[in-house]
């Protein structure tokens, strides 16, 4: 009997034994975790960002099509805001990817990838 009952401590050693080696195994995926999250926001803010500029040019160009004094002036106005809306989000791309590049570089350095 005294022999069952140290089998169970025994087996109970054993699991707690293991513990030590599991916190060193979810420390890095705890902190991979908050990396990712941390540059999702850098991320997000930046494309909140190029909304707010896309909104306020688009506003403006509605205000110049708005007192146009010519139907011709209007086509003028809306061509060149699509123009400009083009070379922008062309812009406004290469800049999200860098950025994202730029976060990939710094998380495999962080972890010692780079070098």
Avoid: C
């Avoid at 005294?2 to 109970?12: N, Q």
């Avoid at 494309?47 to 707010?52: G, K, N, Q, S, W």
Wanted: no cysteine; hydrophobic share 40%.
């Amino acid at each position: 009997m005294a022999e069952k009952a140290k089998t169970g401590t025994t087996g109970a050693g054993n699991a707690d034994a293991n513990k030590p080696g599991l916190e060193g195994f979810f420390e890095p995926l705890t902190d991979a975790g908050r990396k990712a999250a941390e540059n999702s926001a850098t991320i997000s803010l930046k494309m909140i960002e190029h909304a707010e500029a896309n909104s306020r040019d688009a506003f403006a160009a509605m205000r110049a099509a708005a007192t146009a004094g010519s139907l011709a002036e209007v086509l003028r106005i809306q061509g060149d805001y699509i123009r400009e809306q083009g070379a922008r989000n062309m812009s406004m791309a290469r800049e999200v990817g860098d950025l994202i590049v730029q976060l990939g570089k710094r998380a495999i350095d962080s972890e010692g990838g780079g070098k």
